[in-house]
């Protein structure tokens, strides 16, 4: 008599998206399933796995760029596609749009320590005008500009 195939159990499913909706990346269901309960424990794993890629991703990418100041570095994941592309395009978009006014202000400062009085901040960058605490930050710098 051979062996019955192994079967997803409802608890296990359960237990499993419970842990891993609070955010535990180590769960996993087995892989040893058959027909439609191993398809669903694949692509269950798969998503933890990206989850957990993005996850990793991002506070490489924080650590990377807001610790170390290597403000060209930018998130990826390879093996992502869709909404998750999504997600690391628009982590991407926010450095971008937090470092073009911040070497701004280094160009200005930079050009007003040589002596050049001349270089003011543009509140204008790429065709979108500076808002919120940049333009703020952008207006201080050329006030101080225009009063030395």
Same mark, same amino acid.
């Given at each position: 008599?051979?062996? %019955?195939?192994s079967q997803l159990?409802?608890?296990? /499913?359960?237990?499993?998206?419970?842990?891993?909706?609070?955010? !535990?990346? #180590? @769960?996993?269901?087995? /892989? !040893?399933?058959?027909?439609?309960?191993?398809?669903i424990a694949e692509?269950?794993?798969?998503? @933890?796995?990206?989850? *957990?890629? %993005?996850?990793?991703? &991002?506070?490489?990418?924080?650590? $990377?760029?807001?610790?170390?100041?290597?403000?060209?570095?930018?998130?990826?994941?390879? #093996?992502? $596609?869709?909404?998750? @592309?999504?997600?690391? !395009?628009?982590?991407?978009?926010?450095?971008?749009?937090?470092? *073009?006014?911040?070497?701004?202000?280094?160009? @200005?400062?930079?050009?007003?320590?040589?002596?050049? /009085?001349?270089? $003011?901040? *543009?509140?204008?960058?790429?065709?979108?005008? %500076?808002?919120?605490?940049?333009?703020?930050?952008?207006? =201080? =710098?050329? $006030?101080? =500009? !225009? *009063? &030395?």
């Amino acid at each position: 008599m051979s062996p %019955l195939p192994s079967q997803l159990e409802p608890k296990l /499913l359960l237990k499993s998206l419970r842990a891993f909706r609070k955010g !535990d990346f #180590s @769960v996993r269901l087995p /892989l !040893d399933l058959t027909g439609i309960d191993g398809e669903i424990a694949e692509a269950f794993n798969d998503i @933890v796995e990206l989850n *957990q890629g %993005l996850a990793r991703e &991002l506070d490489r990418v924080a650590r $990377t760029v807001g610790k170390d100041g290597r403000i060209g570095e930018r998130g990826k994941l390879p #093996s992502a $596609t869709g909404g998750w @592309v999504e997600c690391v !395009d628009s982590v991407n978009s926010m450095i971008g749009d937090l470092v *073009q006014p911040t070497t701004e202000v280094a160009r @200005v400062i930079g050009a007003v320590a040589k002596g050049d /009085l001349g270089q $003011t901040m *543009q509140i204008e960058i790429e065709g979108r005008p %500076l808002r919120g605490e940049f333009l703020r930050i952008g207006k =201080v =710098v050329n $006030t101080m =500009v !225009d *009063q &030395l």
